[in-house]
């Protein structure tokens, strides 16, 4: 059984291009969050989705945007990046009905040049 | 102030001896408690969770919570090598809650 897998594992980008990162939850799962994790720093929620839609939002601008496709795999869109933006981005996926426990993906490491 | 405050370490301790990580929180909200456990370049990864006060053990590792005191840790029993890892505290508000907050990650080295 595969577990969350994240795509691409290492990317680098320059300030002001976009970038899309991709997710897929582990199987059974229906609930995707996806976290921001700076170097040093815990993981910080940037939002989460549910049956196609946004359900809880953290403190990010409207410069990151997602989707959640018909088979609860997930997409992050990042635009005009900033030198801040660099991070791991952290997919976590978790059951239906929900039990408290994310299950969480390996990330993908973006730099920002 | 940050809302989860951990001890940010580092931890470096000989195999066998007994690792203690905190937490302090100022949302008196939160009620569910969780620890994660990352390798390096891996994710998160969940060890422990708990609601409200009072203890809860797994194996080598026990989970304490005093909401009075707005203060978690985890103790790491008998700690092996293969412990050595960054460990989240972490919390939320509501169950089926997932916009968690964590501290900053306490990494821990344990010596053979």
């Known amino acids: 059984d595969a577990g969350v897998t994240q795509s691409p594992t290492h990317l680098i980008k320059t300030r002001g291009q976009q970038v899309t990162l991709r997710c897929s939850p582990k199987?059974?799962?229906?609930?995707v969050s996806w976290y921001q994790q700076a170097l040093g720093q815990g993981p910080q929620f940037i939002f989460q989705?549910?049956?196609?839609?946004?359900?809880q939002r953290g403190n990010f601008p409207d410069r990151f945007s997602g989707h959640q496709f018909p088979n609860y795999s997930s997409e992050l869109n990042v635009n005009a990046l900033l030198l801040g933006d660099s991070a791991l981005y952290l997919c976590?996926?978790?059951?239906?009905?929900?039990?408290?426990?994310?299950?969480f993906g390996e990330g993908s490491r973006l730099t920002v040049l | 102030q940050k809302e989860v405050e951990q001890d940010p370490g580092p931890l470096s301790v000989p195999e066998g001896a007994i690792v203690s990580l905190n937490c302090t929180y100022s949302?008196?909200?939160?009620?569910?408690f969780m620890w994660y456990r990352q390798y390096s370049r891996k994710g998160p990864e969940l060890l422990m969770y708990?609601?409200?006060?009072g203890n809860k053990e797994d194996g080598r590792f026990t989970a304490q919570v005093d909401k009075s005191s707005k203060y978690i840790s985890l103790f790491i029993r008998d700690s092996q090598p293969s412990d050595s890892a960054t460990y989240l505290c972490?919390?939320?508000?509501?169950?089926?809650?997932?916009?968690?907050?964590f501290g900053a990650g306490t990494t821990v080295t344990v010596r053979a």
């Open positions: 708990t609601y409200s006060s």
């Open positions: 976590a996926s978790s059951l239906p009905g929900g039990s408290g426990e994310l299950f």
């Open positions: 989705y549910y049956e196609e839609e946004e359900r």
């Open positions: 949302n008196s909200a939160f009620q569910y």
């Open positions: 972490a919390m939320s508000a509501r169950t089926n809650d997932y916009k968690l907050s």
């Open positions: 199987s059974g799962h229906d609930t």
